[in-house]
């Protein structure tokens, strides 16, 4: 099984020495010579990965515990066996179920590819116009999450309404915490996709004080979420073909990408069977941060702080100082250019003919320049990320910048399920529950107050 990833960065430095020893080469097994007893041990090698528990083996005495590996932010640790989405981060290869992800940006739509993401293969034209159907027939929301929703304070950021609404959900569909029944955990996930661009919607117009618009079910999915973001006096909503397409592209490259931050939030919330609902509001949490989900939202923030073109290379100098991160700039996986960020930069060009171009434009193009020929940039292989260019894309088209991340959520929710279900059904995976390297105080007696110094 080819593993997705990318090797690690060039600022890594090597933590294992290569030693020689007289065993004939060939085998798939790795052998490990504890130094502190002198015994050896031949590790299987499955997928490229050695089994974690296998170390617990190696042991000075029976009483010892066995070795264990450390590795915070889970840089080098394989935790699922995934069929979704493969990532070549050094070569810039990003396939969803095997297809890449140019030819489904420039052939499919958002909903054929949630489809495909959540059954393994493309539907044909009667499983396209059910899966289509049904999800168009679930965009509505209980009338009471309006009032929810109107509950929070006029300047709420939409993340914040999102994962609280998202979680409340779970309320109305009690049936929802029957998450091993494959019908009804179905139906759900239907829900989930249906009713994302209705609450986001809805939470915008409550930030700024305008009247919730209902969904149109004539509408396409990124249509009709147009049509509930921007209608207002007008009989019907029609939105422009340039820019709903450009909107169902970028939901498309937002689908999935593979175990990332909030997909991990999702598996390992969902790992202890809650409701999906549940589940689905962690991955929102997780990605609302600005070194995640919130990152399209910080470089616009980033690109008005610059100001101008000539002011770019004193913000590159600040970076490099280290008092400020480039924001859409590098990535875990990737040590290539994001096939994402190259796809956007097509669509940037289009929406633009629609919307005339996006003055910010000049000061990220200026920086792109600068920091792919600066050497801070390319020995660290920091590359432009999908959110380096989508925030001026969104901004372009009307979306206020804090609903930006939401614009993430909403297709990213088709690629958390699926991992979720994936999660489920693997009989390999337990509830989600990593070990410590305890560094703290050793035993000590309780201090009474009078005597604490
Ligand atoms: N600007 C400046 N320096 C950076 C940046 C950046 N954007 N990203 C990484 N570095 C430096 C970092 O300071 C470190 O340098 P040194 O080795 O001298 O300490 C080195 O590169 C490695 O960084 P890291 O933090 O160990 O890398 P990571 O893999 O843990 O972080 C990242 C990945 C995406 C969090 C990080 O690159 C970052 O903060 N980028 C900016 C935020 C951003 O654009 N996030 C969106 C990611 S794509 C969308 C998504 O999937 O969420």
């Known amino acids: 099984m080819p593993r997705s990833g990318s090797s690690p960065g060039a600022k890594e430095a090597p933590v294992a020495r290569v030693a020689t020893n007289d065993r004939p080469a060939g085998r798939e097994s790795l052998t490990i010579t504890d130094n502190r007893t002198g015994k050896a041990y031949e590790v299987p090698i499955e997928n490229g990965t050695i089994k974690a528990l296998a170390l617990r083996d190696i042991k000075v005495s029976p009483e010892d515990f066995g ?3 450390y590795d915070p932010a889970f840089t080098n640790t394989a935790h699922c066996k995934s069929r979704i989405t493969m990532i070549d ?3 810039g290869i990003l396939n969803y179920r095997g297809y890449p992800i140019e030819q489904l940006a420039e052939h499919s739509t958002y909903l054929e590819v949630a489809y495909l993401i959540l059954n393994g293969e493309l539907p ?4 396209q116009e059910e899966w289509v159907h049904s999800i168009t027939h679930h ?5 009471t999450m309006k009032r929810f929703i109107e509950a929070f304070r006029y300047d709420a950021h939409p993340m914040g309404i ?3 609404a998202v979680a409340a959900l779970s309320t109305f569909y009690k049936e929802a915490s029957n998450i091993f029944d494959p019908v009804g955990r179905r139906s759900q996930m239907v829900r989930l996709i249906a009713k994302m661009p209705t609450l986001a919607a809805f939470a915008y117009r409550a930030s700024v004080g305008l009247p919730f618009v209902y969904p149109d079910n004539d509408l396409s999915y990124t249509g009709n979420f147009l049509n509930m973001l921007f209608r207002m006096a007008e009989a019907k909503y029609r939105p422009n073909p340039v820019l709903e397409r450009a909107l169902d592209v970028l939901f498309i490259l937002h689908a999935d990408h593979e175990q990332n931050c909030s997909t991990l939030a999702m598996r390992a919330v969902g790992s202890s069977h809650p409701d999906p609902y549940s589940a689905v509001a962690a991955g929102i949490a997780a990605l609302y941060g600005p070194l995640h989900g919130g990152a399209n939202e910080m470089v616009l923030r980033m690109l008005k702080e610059i ?9 590159i100098q600040r970076v490099k100082q280290g008092q400020t991160r480039l924001m859409g700039f590098g990535h875990r996986i990737y040590k290539n250019y994001d096939p994402r960020a190259r796809i956007i930069k097509q669509i940037a060009d289009q929406v633009f003919e629609v919307t005339g171009r996006n003055p910010l434009l000049d000061i990220a193009l200026e920086l792109e320049r600068i920091a792919l020929q600066d050497d801070y940039f390319v020995s660290r292989k920091l590359y432009p990320n999908v959110d380096f260019y989508s925030g001026l894309i969104y901004q372009s088209m009307g979306f206020p910048v804090e609903t930006f991340p939401v614009l993430f959520a909403i297709p990213r929710t088709s690629g958390w399920l699926a991992q979720w279900e994936e999660m489920l059904l693997d009989p390999e995976q337990k509830i989600a529950r990593p070990r410590q390297v305890y560094a703290g105080a050793p035993r000590r007696d309780y201090i009474q107050m009078d005597e604490r110094v």
């Open 139 to 143: 965009t509505f929301l209980h009338e």
């Open 89 to 91: 981060g050094d070569k």
């Open 162 to 164: 999102m994962v609280s």
């Open 67 to 69: 070795l264990m590996t």
């Open 307 to 315: 100001r101008s073109k000539d002011c770019v290379p004193e913000y």
């Open 124 to 127: 044909d034209r009667r499983q």
